[in-house]
């Protein structure tokens, strides 16, 4: 029989939709054995026609419509998609919610359990295994846990686990179980049921999964609907309370929380208290007080009520805080671990901050120009007028505390919305007598701290210190350049010379030249004695130099000039500050 002979057989077979999608299960012998033969000439390997032809043969067929072999053998997409749909139209029975199944019996009798998804493809006669239904039955602090497992797949299955899994999802392929058995294979259309049991159970609200082939062993027409979950509680006599919602608005300094308690379980009679806490902390079951306080007297089971707590006065800032119910822990209930709920909100107010410092240092000046801003509300409609301190070589890295004495300060009025730029000045006492330089050649870190003494309270006092890096130009003073020769006019003496550099980018008043008679070793500014000649030199300009000369007896060797012998000078490098010659 060729496709084309094919059609008129399709078209009988079709009228079966109506048949299926009826109250009936099976559709007339003649019509199963119709569908049989279509898809025997299909190519299939056998005719799966019995005398007991199902719904699910006859429906397969009808739903061809006339499409090629290889859409109705299943190897075709678009063909195996209409196939499904139309396999969910001829049963018409909604997809099952993996709750308790309603008769609870063990089946192992054939019947057809309806499967709770559709395959993303077809490989050849699979099995498709499923969770039809989960049970659980508390006795006392005992659950049993009864478990419906269907083959609705074309094939017999092979053996494979089934397992429980308590307050864990099985997501993917997972075999932490808590509970598992093996089942020895489960025929096509078939269906088992097996139990398990837990004891001396807390009282409590438990979630437990069930899923066929944890592991991912076995393939599954669809892999899809192995699993099923359900909630049941241990200590049915319990109430269960619970945090719904937890809201909080804050206008100006005013702060309105609002807390919805439900009850979960069987109906509350008491008196039970509510806690407010304004700990960032999450607060433990206690007997302590809380800042704030809630009551609910009674609340029926399944029932909720919504409660408000006004708190005046809140300085500006963002806070986290919590509710808990029963917080003196006076109410025995099912479930103890959602009595609690947190919020993060902000208050608002002034916030002023350093939004930059700039620094512009020479040897004898420092300049510093400070920009103030204010973001957020106005301090009583006014201005702010904070307090501004500069603290001298404190990089930051350690905090300023409110109040620590600056060394400079000033105050500055800064609006709403606004920024303001104030400066800052230190001036060196160069060139004094004697010298005093105030500032050391080098790297520098100042940090500025606005609101220092701590009388604006803000939404933020992160945001309050900043701090700038700067380098104070120095002097280099350098002894380069150092010989030693016969004194031309007296061959008994030696003449020892050299250069005396500022290679700094500042001048210097005045510096002293030591020269010492022999050693091994160089002198170093601080040493007090050995020394046999000293010069006094004035004022020393960046990059200029200057000569020495020492007269000593001829054979006296190695001698060496030391600068600023004194250590009255700070410099860039101190380490060049000596030179020798022999002869």
């Not at 490989?123 to 239904?133: C, F, K, R, V």
């Not at 350093?354 to 106005?378: F, R």
């Not at 020769?485 to 030696?494: G, I, R, T």
């Not at 046999?532 to 030199?537: F, I, K, M, R």
Request: hydrophobic share 35%; with cysteine; charged share 15%.
């Amino acid at each position: 029989m060729t496709q084309n002979q094919l059609l008129p057989v399709f078209g009988a077979a079709f009228f079966l939709l109506t048949a299926c999608g009826s109250d009936s299960a099976t559709p007339s012998s003649d019509s199963c054995r119709e569908a049989c033969e279509t898809l025997a000439s299909c190519g299939q390997q056998s005719c799966p026609f019995s005398a007991s032809c199902t719904a699910v043969e006859a429906c397969d067929a009808a739903c061809v419509k006339g499409a090629s072999c290889d859409a109705l053998a299943g190897r075709d997409a678009t063909g195996h998609a209409q196939l499904l749909a139309c396999r969910a139209k001829c049963f018409a029975v909604p997809p099952t919610d993996g709750g308790p199944s309603t008769d609870g019996a063990p089946s192992t009798d054939g019947s057809k359990p309806v499967d709770q998804g559709q395959p993303d493809h077809l490989a050849g006669l699979a099995p498709d295994l499923l969770i039809n239904s989960l049970q659980v039955t508390v006795a006392g602090n005992t659950a049993t846990f009864t478990v419906r497992v269907c083959n609705v797949g074309e094939s017999t299955s092979a053996s494979f686990e089934l397992g429980l899994y308590h307050q864990l999802p099985p997501a993917g392929c997972n075999t932490s179980f808590a509970d598992h058995l093996t089942i020895n294979g489960l025929g096509s259309t078939a269906c088992t049921t097996k139990t398990f049991t837990r004891s001396n159970m807390s009282a409590s609200i438990y979630q437990v999964w069930a899923r066929v082939d944890p592991g991912c062993k076995l393939p599954e027409l669809d892999e899809g609907n192995n699993s099923a979950s359900k909630s049941y509680v241990v200590g049915g006599n319990l109430p269960d309370l619970s945090v719904k919602s937890f809201h909080v608005k804050a206008s100006g300094s005013t702060v309105t929380y609002t807390v919805e308690v439900c009850n979960n379980h069987i109906a509350v009679t008491g008196f039970v208290k509510i806690g407010l806490f304004w700990s960032a902390s999450a607060p433990q079951c206690t007997n302590g007080s809380p800042d704030g306080y809630l009551s609910i007297t009674g609340l029926a089971a399944n029932a909720c009520k919504t409660l408000t707590h006004v708190r005046k006065n809140v300085d500006p800032g963002t806070y986290t805080q919590w509710v808990l119910l029963d917080y003196s822990c006076g109410l025995k209930e099912a479930l103890e671990s959602n009595n609690a709920a947190s919020v993060t909100f902000t208050v608002d107010g002034p916030d002023i901050f350093i939004k930059s410092v700039t620094a512009t240092a020479g040897q004898k000046v420092i300049d510093y120009v400070v920009e103030v801003c204010h973001s957020g509300l106005a301090v009583s409609g006014n201005d702010v007028y904070p307090w501004i301190g500069m603290h001298v070589d404190e990089d930051g890295t350690s905090p300023i505390k409110c109040k620590k004495t600056p060394d400079d300060d000033t105050v500055v009025a800064v609006v709403s919305g606004g920024c303001k730029t104030v400066t800052f000045q230190r001036t060196s006492t160069y060139p004094g007598s004697p010298p005093n330089l105030l500032f050391s050649p080098g790297t520098h870190t100042d940090t500025f701290f606005v609101d220092y003494k701590c009388t604006v309270t803000e939404t933020n006092e992160s945001n309050n210190m900043k701090s700038v890096t700067y380098s104070v130009p120095g002097l280099d003073l350098v002894v380069q350049k150092m010989s030693a020769k016969v004194a031309s006019w007296n061959s008994s003496l030696v003449v020892y010379s050299a250069e005396i550099c500022n290679l700094g980018v500042a001048g210097h008043a005045s510096y002293k030249v030591y020269a010492y008679k022999g050693g091994s070793t160089p002198p170093k500014c601080g040493d007090s004695g050995g020394y046999s000649v000293t010069w006094y030199s004035g004022p020393l300009r960046a990059g200029w130099c200057t000569n020495v000369e020492a007269n000593f007896a001829a054979g006296t060797g190695k001698v060496w000039f030391l600068v600023d012998a004194t250590c009255q000078t700070d410099e860039t490098n101190e380490n060049n500050n000596y030179d020798s010659a022999t002869l």
